[in-house]
């Protein structure tokens, strides 16, 4: 086996992945949201599980997707030590494996930027598509400006969307996010709450107010 940590498969095939405590705001949301009323959520990028594990063991009916599978296999095995239910899923953010309306909240720390704009527009418009009205969003989004980006071995391939090419996460897209941008992704939701974490990711809580369609 080569032990190199190269991407997000090698890193969560060589346990213990560094990022193990939840984050902070889902641990907040854990305590305010009223399980019996939003019971069905999303890990939207779940990795190797540290929130989506937390939350099951609350109670919440998870469901988990990401694009490593060794992120799945780990979140599984956390899983069975604990003898908890959760979907788990190989997939791919732009397209979810859900019918429409059929969640009421999804969490999504630290993934939907690693795409170009046009396939975060897509992300959002999936996940309004598979929320109820009323369900809940709560996802952490790196914001713009990025001067050590700028510097480093990295190809802007847009506007704020750069590349790196070499080390981890080498030829994945990072996109750091206008307000403009963050406003324009959120439409069809109220923002009920939006602050920084002390990674420097605008995070936001947000409600789905479309109408059922
Ligand atoms: C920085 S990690 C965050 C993992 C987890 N949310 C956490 O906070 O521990 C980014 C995750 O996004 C997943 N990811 C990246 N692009 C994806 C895509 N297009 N579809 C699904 N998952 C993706 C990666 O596999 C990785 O697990």
Redesign the pocket.
Known sequence: MNDEIR???SA?RQLP?Q?IHP?PLVLQLAERVDPTRHLHWL?????????LVYLAQRGWQMYG????MW?LIRTGERLEMDDLPAMLTY????KLPLAQGSLDGV?????IH??VYR?IRK?FSEIKRVLRPGGLLLA?LPQAPVENWKQGRYREVEAGTYIPLEGFEQG?PHHFFEQTEISECLTGFEVLNQEIDEWGYVCILAQNIQDAQ
């Open positions: 991407d997000w498969e969560y992945y990022e984050h890990d939207l990028g779940c990795g190797d599980g540290r929130h997707l990401d694009l490593a992120g997939g791919n953010m732009q969490i999504s720390i630290k993934v690693h795409q396939d992300t952490s994945i």
